[in-house]
């Protein structure tokens, strides 16, 4: 028993069982619209068994589908009037097991390559905060499958004439799971890529949603991001907004301002004009970036987490380092999920000026 728990309580086992059925019984019913009712009838009952009978056999292969067609038969059917008919039975159970062993020997293989790719991701992203005079930062990532379409990064510009400024950039991918991570690892490249010429956060932005554009599925997969040039002598920040979620730059006075000065999301509009905006911050002023993962994660009643919450836990705990503000908004995010599944990549950045 040990073996097979790994030594987790019968509490987070049956957590995790718990968080397991939630996620898969939303995947196979997401073709299935029918909300439970005292008023349904029998009929309306089958209908809906077999929806997600189908359901589940669909997301086979044709050969998987037949073997478990197969199995079922002899399974389910009663055999007893027929010589042997027990056998039947054993037959239907071993080519149900050989099935599930077919099943477990495919995510195996499927979760050994999503490691990997999950590793390859990890070096796009830093994984510690950088040292940078002035500055204290901490970030926190939480993809909703083994990869994430979220990026995050900080770090100097290796430009000759603005050695000394700090580029900031947030970033959340359209959809999740392996799509978006490819996509994130082309914005990364561009991104490095051009933020290494002696160029404008604007003309940085617009030079990336170019190079989207052109990789965008017609713009079915976009990309909002949050792009922000700070100057650590004059303490100037310079940002665009490309329809991402407006950050919250809290005062030291406990004034709140929103950073939502920019455009449309990136490979919608080849040719769009971003606007940027610009600000000055002074010690203790604390700049809270984040995806929608965040404020959009869900609990057991479907209810979101929202801003207001998370305004809250950072006017409560400014005066802690970012790193302490980090863990207490991704605990308190935790505690209001509970047991739901997560829905989409959670991202957060806390930048305080020191």
């Known amino acids: 028993m040990e073996r097979v728990t790994e030594g987790m309580e019968i509490e987070q086992l049956w957590f995790q069982l718990k968080k397991d059925a939630k996620s898969g019984f939303q ?3 997401r073709e299935i619209e029918f909300k439970p009712s005292a008023q349904h009838s029998a009929r309306d009952w089958f209908r809906v068994i077999r929806s997600f009978f189908w359901a589940v ?31 039947f039975h054993i037959y239907g159970g071993i080519i149900m097991f050989g099935l599930l062993v077919l099943e477990v020997a495919d995510r195996v293989t499927m979760k050994r ?11 796009l992203v830093p994984s510690q905060p950088p040292d940078i005079a002035g500055l204290d930062s901490a970030f926190f990532t939480k993809p909703a499958n083994t990869v994430a379409g979220d990026y995050y990064d900080v770090f ?20 999740k799971s392996v799509p978006a991570a490819l996509l994130m690892a082309t914005f990364q490249a561009s991104l490095k890529t051009l933020s290494a010429t002696p160029s404008s956060v604007v003309e940085l932005t617009q030079g990336m ?20 040039e700070y100057d650590p002598d004059s303490r100037g920040l310079i940002y665009v907004n490309a329809g991402h979620n407006a950050p919250m730059l809290r ?3 406990g004034a709140i301002e929103r950073l939502n000065a920019g455009g449309v999301p990136l490979g919608i509009l080849a040719d769009c004009n971003y606007e940027s905006g610009s600000t000055f911050v002074s010690p203790g002023d604390i700049l809270l970036i ?14 979101e987490y929202g801003e207001e919450r998370l305004l809250r836990v950072l006017h409560m ?8 503000i980090l863990d207490r908004i991704m605990a308190d995010v935790t505690l209001f999920t509970g047991t739901a599944p997560q829905h989409d990549d959670i991202t957060c950045m806390v930048v305080k000026v020191q």
């Open 317 to 324: 705990n400014a005066g802690v380092t970012a790193s302490e």
């Open 156 to 175: 100097y510009r290796d430009v000759p004439d603005v050695k000394n400024n700090v580029l900031i950039a947030v970033a959340d991918v359209a959809g």
């Open 27 to 29: 995947l196979y019913t």
């Open 290 to 303: 984040f995806t929608d993962g965040v404020v959009e994660a869900e609990n057991d009643s479907t209810e």
């Open 251 to 253: 005062r030291v006075s």
């Open 113 to 123: 390559d999503l490691q990997i790719a999950r590793e390859i991701q990890s070096w």
């Open 209 to 228: 949603n170019r190079y989207a554009c052109r990789h965008s599925v017609a713009g079915a997969r976009f990309t909002t991001a949050f792009l922000a």
């Open 57 to 87: 056999v669909m997301k086979l292969s044709p050969s998987k589908r037949v073997v478990l067609i197969i199995g079922l038969i002899l399974l389910l059917l009663p055999w007893g009037s027929i010589n042997g008919g027990a056998w």
